[in-house]
């Protein structure tokens, strides 16, 4: 396209001009309903398409308007007419937000217009001008969406736009746009067919139909967001709009009273409970629908709030629905030319009668009351009609100072309204008020300062407002003997309410129906609805349709009113579950009642972390969360997914129950498989070395592969988890129902997410965070102290103390107890309880009888909340539920009569030691050089201990045996010279007074069998047991025989980042599933990477290792065992020197030699001289010596 023009100095790159096209602003208002809302630029642009921007300096619009003309004249290619239609949504994604817009979707209305873009580049760049190259893409921007692309807010506006209306013109002129003030205003335009340009005198600005800001203490109209009543017309089977003077059915004549041939007005509101998530399910809507057409909720006119574009489609399509109520504020969404509702929460009007509305607004986004007039419904004042007016509210939820502020607000803004549009109207004002009613929960808002006095007061004063407003509450007027009642959202009784919560569950009255009759309307009846359960889905559990009650209200209608209408019929009570085991609230007596006084002991026990330490562990946290976010985001294999990933606290973090010796458990959710996980997240961390950061030990057990971590100085545990599904949608996904497609994984998958899904269960549903926080502190500091906090030995873990307080406060919530209160009722309630025969369960998560069918082999069942397995107790045994129910018996007992709660907690480890007559003893010695074998070998023998617990209580069942949680060992055995020793021991006691001698020798007897099978199942494990380097024993000591023992509380090896512990051999399913395996690969990859294993363990060979030290002796039971038991050594081959209390020295063939308290031929070991091998006569170790040959230890 040559010229002859001369070039022009200046460049495309100013943000203060835009040449765009404009839609007929007809279209305006359906697109600024959503623009106004949604796009944070729409009071500063009008609808627009833009062309070019940035565009050319404001000096320079003359001389650009020119180049423009002179390009449109001389197109030929130019359609006319020139026709968009924008209907198509699509977004650009940013990195923290997306913007949404509407664009064509037929490629032969975006080419013409891309052509035209590209004539007036090459227009512009011919003549000189310089140009950024920014590709063009046709769009009317809409909104802007938070969050990632396919997030909540991202899915909610793109459904709305996919349900705007058709919005087409013709492209009669471009818009030359200039910013002045911060708002773009019209400066000129140019002829798309002609190239005529036209400047204005003075730019001029976009009538959009904005409200502007005000302080004013009333609403305002507004217009933008108001619109036409729609009905059913049942010829079309559609809904159209309602136009002026259409009628209610009724003839003129007989309606011609205003209303006053009606006896009555029924209001009734409900609240539907919006689904939050995406994509919105639709399995609660049928109940929703037959709740509303119950006979308890019909109504001439039907308030609704938190409605969804996707509820009102399913509402109005519904034609027992559009037979009742054939007049609605909005039309169904998905009908053609209907459009979406603004707002992602919405109030509708749904009624009998014909009425117009208006929309309200408080002066904050998304905020505003929906107000409508009825035109046949009210009373004449002379010859002016005023009509009933019915007003729809759903003010801010939240008890805070802020909340209760705004509430205050929008209230004082919609009686300012009212007065001044509709003095002397009869109002009924209904809807969700979210005004606290609870005492308890008001107090506690107090007490945790979340609200001042000040607002409390503000609270009490709503009432004044009402008063003043002559306003009167239906409720109250109906029910006067029962003022403490008419909660409507009750989360005691409705476990939807609980779900959400967040933490109380105080029942509020939140719904009313207030009037002010103006001698025309008086309350007649009141009551409630959707109080009834019924199938969600495929749920087998019945539930509640929302978390709140529908309520309505009869009015009497001037003097017409009549006292004999039917009586409405009591409420149906849900009948209690039958497993529930009943709570009674104990009070603290007094030594132990003075408020604060549990939260002064922990700290002074140092049990509550300071802010130093909750800042530190928070910094160390989100410097590992920065390291692996880095390591798996800038990968070829990240980007390859381009899936989110997920890492998130778990454990005692999480729930924020942690204390000051605790760890940080951590999981990350992530769309690699655990092998790529780990070896980036393994490279990345080893070179963060210099930030504080270093790897302890990878652990690969059957759960999957862990790595313990220390990350400046804050010890953790890192998992991963393979599910993709779940980090896309997370954290929304946690709200999902556990019959989700989402929730289809691998067991393994689901039990690590377990904890998470449990975790947030937990803060979403507890009546008191904090109070919960420090009884469960408490409790475990307890639990630690009393040697019954150790899952694994079949005692409490941090969930089941979790589960077992979470049930006795919600079953107490509405006693408001104080966290004294708790703690006694918790222990008293515990005490009694029968766990042998009774489930302990959360009743506000299992509403009805829990799908758990309770094993014979499950001594203890605390169920969870989600799967794959409920019952966190799979470790109790016989034995550690009779120590559990003492030791609840005991500490009942106890705090009855202890002076404070800090003598409760005084440490037993010591008086254990001195608790029993006999105990068995677990002798435990490792002494290879690989330290993260023996950490391997001691978890896994603690684990194994819950067997001898077992065999315990059944071959013994006489005896009470009571293990205590952790690992003694002989002062003098406190080395760190590489060799540990050991032990744990088992109390034995009678688990009856009752029991006879014979019995107790007969039970003493049995001990001999199962001590020996026990060490068998330990020795014979090739895998764990190795006799070349670590060796126990089993055996029964009296009291005065144990040696002067000391908790043990080293780590038997730390290890490095370059060992492995490995506890399984087989790859696990969720790693398979994540790399990608079909069914037929994945059973063949199992089997080949089987056999490779197998193939490169028969290539190892075992190596005799003795670790030579000198200045230490090893004891005679260490060499004793070695020889035995070391397959290198033959015992026969040796004997044992000494000590006759009356003969002076002695010897005995090893193999002879008896190391059971109750055989007649035991000798202490401490007796022991020297071992002598026989062969050659040679002494192989002597204590007087320090000889010893067998370890190479001692020295002359």
Not at 441 to 469: H, M, P, R, Y
Request: proline share 5%; net charge negative.
């Amino acid at each position: 396209m040559a010229t002859d023009e001369p070039s022009f100095d200046f460049s495309l790159n100013s943000y203060d001009t835009a040449l765009a096209i404009l839609p007929y602003p007809s279209r305006w208002p359906a697109l600024n309903r959503i623009r106004s809302l949604y796009d944070a630029a729409a009071h500063k642009w009008p609808p627009h398409v833009n062309l070019l921007y940035p565009f050319c300096p404001p000096t320079s619009l003359p001389a650009a308007a020119q180049i423009i003309s002179s390009v449109l004249s001389s197109r030929t290619s130019t359609p006319n007419p020139f026709g968009v239609s924008l209907s198509k949504p699509g977004h650009f994604a940013r990195r923290h937000e997306s913007v949404c817009y509407l664009t064509s979707p037929h490629p032969d209305e975006r080419q013409p217009l891309q052509h035209l873009v590209d004539d007036l580049i090459a227009g512009f760049e011919e003549r000189g001008v310089g140009w950024n190259h920014r590709p063009f893409v046709m769009h009317l921007t809409m909104g802007q969406a938070a969050g990632e692309v396919g997030g909540k807010e991202w899915q909610n506006l793109m459904g709305k736009l996919e349900l705007m209306p058709w919005s087409g013109f013709h492209i009669e002129e471009l818009s030359i746009l200039k910013r002045e003030n911060g708002k773009m205003r019209l400066w000129g335009t140019v002829g798309v067919h002609d190239g005529k340009v036209t400047i204005l005198e003075e730019t001029k600005g976009f009538e959009q139909g904005f409200l502007g800001e005000s302080q004013e203490e009333k609403g305002f109209r507004d217009e933008l967001m108001s619109g036409r009543t729609v009905y059913y017309d049942e010829e079309m089977r559609i809904w159209g709009e309602l136009q002026d003077g259409d009628y209610d059915g009724c003839d003129e004549e007989e309606d011609g009273d205003g209303g006053q041939g009606r006896k009555s007005l029924t209001v009734a509101s409900y609240n539907v409970l919006a689904e939050f998530e995406y994509p919105q399910k639709e399995d609660r809507y049928p109940l929703l629908v037959s709740n509303i057409l119950d006979d308890k909720a019909d109504a001439d006119a039907l308030v609704l709030q938190e409605v969804t574009d996707g509820f009102l489609s399913y509402l109005l399509h519904d034609e027992r629905v559009s037979d009742r109520y054939p007049y609605c504020s909005h039309g169904p969404p998905d009908q053609p030319g209907m459009g979406p509702l603004p707002n992602f929460l919405n109030m509708v009007v749904l009624s009998k009668v014909a009425f117009d509305w208006e929309s309200v607004s408080f002066q904050r986004k998304h905020k505003g009351a929906l107000v409508a007039r009825f035109r046949h419904i009210g009373k004449w004042l002379g010859d002016e009609f005023k009509p009933v007016v019915l007003a729809v509210v759903h003010l801010s939820h939240g008890l805070t100072d802020g909340a209760v502020a705004s509430k205050k607000g929008d209230i004082k803004r919609l009686i300012g309204y009212l007065d001044e549009n509709y003095k002397g109207c009869p109002w009924v004002l209904a809807g969700d008020w979210n005004i606290a009613t609870s005492k308890e929960a008001i107090q506690e808002a107090l007490e945790k300062k979340n609200i001042s006095d000040l607002t409390v007061e503000q609270l009490k004063g709503l009432d004044t407002i009402f008063k003043e407003a002559k306003l009167v509450d239906a409720w109250e007027v109906t029910c006067e003997d029962n003022k403490d009642g008419g909660a409507t959202w009750d989360p005691p009784v409705n476990g939807v309410a609980v779900t959400l919560s967040g933490g109380n569950i105080w029942p509020q009255r939140y719904d009313r129906i207030l009037v002010r009759g103006e001698h025309f309307l008086d309350v007649k009846q009141f009551n409630m609805f959707g109080q009834e359960k019924g199938h969600v889905g495929d749920a087998v559990e019945e539930s509640f349709a929302s978390d709140h009650w529908g309520i309505r209200a009869v009015f009497d209608i001037g003097e017409f009113g009549s006292d004999d209408q039917e009586e409405l019929g009591e409420e149906k009570q849900e009948p209690e579950n039958s497993l529930v085991v009943p709570v009674v609230l104990e009070k603290a007596p007094k030594a132990l009642s003075e408020t604060g006084s549990i939260k002064a002991c922990l700290s002074e026990l140092n049990v509550i972390p300071g802010e130093e330490e909750a800042a530190q562990r928070k910094e160390a946290f989100e410097l590992l969360k920065e390291i692996l976010l880095e390591a798996t985001t800038s990968t070829p294999a990240a980007a390859r997914l381009r899936s989110t990933v997920v890492i998130v606290p778990v454990g005692s973090y999480a729930l924020g129950v942690w204390t000051t010796t605790s760890d940080i458990d951590v999981c990350c959710i992530g769309p690699f498989s655990s092998n790529t996980f780990f070896s980036m997240a393994s490279s990345s961390l080893r070179k963060a070395s210099t930030r504080g950061v270093r790897i302890l030990r990878r652990v690969k057990a059957n759960t999957g592969t862990m790595l313990e971590l220390e990350v400046q100085g804050i010890r953790m545990d890192l998992q991963y988890c393979p599910a993709a599904s779940v980090a896309d949608q997370y954290p929304k996904v946690l709200r999902l129902p556990a019959k989700d497609p989402v929730w289809s994984l691998a067991p393994q998958t689901l039990n690590k997410l377990k904890a998470i899904r449990d975790i947030d269960y937990l803060r979403r549903s507890l009546p008191d965070l904090v109070s919960f926080r420090l009884a469960h502190r408490f409790i475990k500091t307890w639990a630690k102290s009393r040697g019954v906090y150790s899952a694994r030995f079949g005692y409490l873990s941090g969930i089941q103390i979790a589960v077992l307080l979470a049930r006795v406060q919600k079953l107490l919530a509405k006693s408001n107890p104080s966290v004294e209160d708790l703690i006694i009722s918790f222990f008293t309630h515990y005490s009694t309880f029968d766990f042998a025969t009774s489930l302990v369960f959360d009743p506000s998560f299992h509403s009805s009888t829990p799908h758990y069918t309770r094993s014979y082999r499950e001594p203890l069942a605390i169920l969870g909340y989600f799967p794959p397995s409920l019952n966190t107790a799979s470790a109790a045994t016989l034995p550690s539920v009779l120590t559990l129910s003492k030791e609840f018996s005991l500490a009942a007992s106890s705090l009855s009569s202890s002076p404070s709660w800090s003598s409760f907690l005084s440490p037993p480890a010591t008086t254990f030691l001195t608790q029993f007559k006999t105990y068995i003893k677990l002798d435990l010695s490792y002494w290879g050089l690989s330290l993260v074998k023996g950490a391997s070998f001691l978890g896994w023998f603690e684990s194994r201990c819950a067997l001898l617990l077992v065999d315990l209580g059944r071959k013994c069942p006489s005896l009470h045996a009571r293990m205590w949680p952790a690992r003694f060992v002989e002062a003098g055995d406190l080395t760190d010279d590489g060799s540990y020793r050991g032990c744990y021991l088992i109390g034995l006691d009678k688990a009856s007074d009752a029991l006879s001698k014979p019995d107790l020798q007969s039970a003493l007897g049995q001990l001999q069998t199962v001590l020996p099978r026990f060490e068998s199942q330990i020795r014979n494990d090739g895998k764990y047991f190795n006799p070349q380097n670590r060796w126990m024993s089993a055996s029964l000591v009296n009291q005065a025989a144990l040696p002067e023992l000391v908790l043990d509380t080293r780590e038997w090896g730390e290890g490095n980042a370059g060992e492995e512990e490995s506890e399984s051999d087989s790859d696990s399913e969720e790693e398979l599933e994540a790399e990608g395996y079909s069914e037929e690969a994945y059973e063949a990859e199992k089997k080949r990477k089987k056999e490779k294993r197998a193939e490169e363990k028969k290539k190892k060979n075992k190596e005799y290792v003795i670790v030579t030290r000198e200045g230490k002796l090893r004891s005679a039971v260490d060499v004793m065992n070695r020889l035995r038991w070391d397959p290198g050594m033959e015992s026969g081959d040796f004997v044992v020197g000494y000590e006759d209390r009356f003969l002076g020295a002695q010897e005995k063939e090893l193999d002879e030699w008896r190391t059971e308290q109750t055989d007649e031929e035991f000798i202490p070991q401490h007796r022991i001289l020297y071992f002598k091998r026989k062969g050659d006569g040679k002494v192989v170790w002597d204590r007087k010596r320090r000889v010893d040959e067998v370890f190479g230890g001692g020295g002359e």
